[in-house]
Structure formats: C-alpha cells, structure tokens
C-alpha cells in the first residue's frame, strides 16, 4: 500500500487530504477569485485523481472548496478578450474538459460538498460528482444566459441526466441562483446539511458512510450505471457484460461477508474480493 503522504497535487491551490478511513479529499483554494478554477487548479485535479486509485485504499472521494464559497466558476477573467477571438475553445474547454474526465472516470463514488456558492463550470463539476451535499447557505446558479454564452453540449447532458430537460431548461433559460433548499427539491443536490457550523465535519461523515460500504458494490454499482446513463440503447455486448458484472458479486468474498453479518447483526469486514 503506497504511502498517502507521497501524492502531491503541485499547487497550493488544491489540496489534498484523507480525513476519514478511505476518504481523500480535494479542497479548492483560490480566495483571492472566490476559488475560481484556472488552469492550474484544473491541471491539478486531472493530474491528482487518477493517482487516488493507484496502490492506496480510498472508496470516496470529496471535492470542496475554500471557505465562504464552493467556486465562482470557470476564470474567465484571467484570460485576454481578444484570446477569445482567435482560440476560445482551446483556451477554455481543454483543461476544463480533462478536469472532468477525471473525475467522471473515477471508479469510486465522488462527492461534492458544496460549502458555500457554485456558480458556472464549478455547478458543472458538482454535477459531475455522483452525489453533492450543501450547506444551507449555499446558492448555486448558471450564468451563461447572463454572459451571452452558449454551454457545451456535453455540460448541457450532465445537467439534463441530472435534474432532467424541463429543470435544466429553467436553469440555463433563467440564469436565476437556485438557494439550497430550492436544488434539494429539484435534485440539482443530494441533500442539505442541518447548518453551516458544521458542514465540513458532516460532509466527511457522509463521505466515510459511503467508504464504509462493500468495495465491490460500490465500484460496480458505478460502472453499471455509468454504462447505463451513457447508452440510453443497451448494445446485446453491454447488457451481457452487466448481466456478467452482476453475477460475479456472488461468488465473491464480499458478498458472502455481506449476508453473513446481517444475519449475525454486526459490522461487515470487506476485503474487495
């Protein structure tokens, strides 16, 4: 088992730490832009999440952000208008695009734990953790109708698989700040913390509820419905390699383990096998 100390993220502005069994955690630190994600802080994120499942033992992984605010959003005020002009796609979609992919292709649950606001391309990274927890205070949005942009399409997907057309619509349409308790009931979020005190502490306790669970459930439970959601059409290959998926959970140690301690009423002891 590698050394967690060892994994470096390479700026200061994303960091990284395990506070909980099987729990790391990714903080983003930008305070002078309000967590703004430029591209050192995206390049950390691609670099750095791929390693989290490399010969050390996490089962969840958190992404938050520096204290009072989640992120403002993609830094489009760092980079030049008449950049836009001439290469606007490179410029914006490449680091952020790989920034995602990371954590999209991450085999173990992820979590947002949106601390205070999410504006922009961050609500896009909530989005595309499996699961987001707010604090009370926290306001998400989408400013593109505000700003004269057109969203990506792939972003637009996210959202629309998330809270569905007529939600997304009313998000992207309105450019309106969604309280925390008004994407609770939309489902853009998975559930709002009982205050803002203490938030960090209670996202840390949902995260290691999840670490906690049957390892082989969890990786394969997001691997099929990660195949799912991608293709709405089942190809005969995709349903018999689900079908294979399933099954191989009964033969496991896991799943023996699993039935065991439920009839013996005790805690289950997961070997990932």
């Known amino acids: 088992m590698a050394d967690v100390t060892s994994i470096e993220t390479g700026t200061e502005k994303v960091r990284l730490d395990f506070p909980a069994e099987a729990v790391a955690r990714l903080k983003i630190s930008n305070p002078p832009k309000r967590n703004a994600l430029d591209h050192e802080i995206l390049d ?6 791929p390693r989290l499942d490399q010969g050390i033992e996490v089962r969840c992984l958190v992404i938050t952000g520096e204290d009072p605010v989640f992120s403002a959003g993609y830094d489009i005020g760092g980079i ?11 410029l914006v979609a490449h680091p952020f695009t790989a920034a995602l992919d990371a954590i999209e292709d991450f085999p173990w649950p992820t979590v947002a734990a949106l601390n205070g606001h999410c504006l922009g391309g961050a609500l896009e990274m909530a989005v595309t953790c499996d699961l987001r927890i ?33 939600r997304t619509r009313e998000l992207f349409f309105t450019g309106d700040m969604l309280p925390a308790g008004r994407a609770d009931e939309i489902g853009l979020v ?21 670490a906690a669970n049957a390892p082989l459930s969890m990786k394969g439970n997001k691997q099929a419905i990660g195949t799912i959601t991608e293709n709405p059409v089942l190809s005969e290959d995709q349903v018999r390699e689900l079908v294979e998926l399933r099954e191989s959970c009964f033969t496991s140690e896991d799943f023996l383990e699993g039935i ?13 096998r």
């Open 134 to 166: 707010a604090a009370p205070h926290a306001k998400l949005g989408m400013p593109p109708a505000k700003l004269g942009l057109i969203y990506g399409h792939t972003g637009l997907i996210r959202f629309i698989r998330t809270i569905g057309l007529p």
């Open 190 to 210: 998975n559930r709002v913390t009982a205050g803002d005190e203490d938030f960090a502490v209670e996202a840390v306790e949902f995260a290691a509820g999840i």
């Open 260 to 272: 065991t301690a439920f009839g013996e009423k005790r805690k289950p002891n997961w070997t990932g």
């Open 44 to 49: 950390a994120i691609t670099a750095t999440v």
């Open 80 to 90: 030049p208008a008449e950049s836009f002009e001439t290469d606007a796609e490179a």
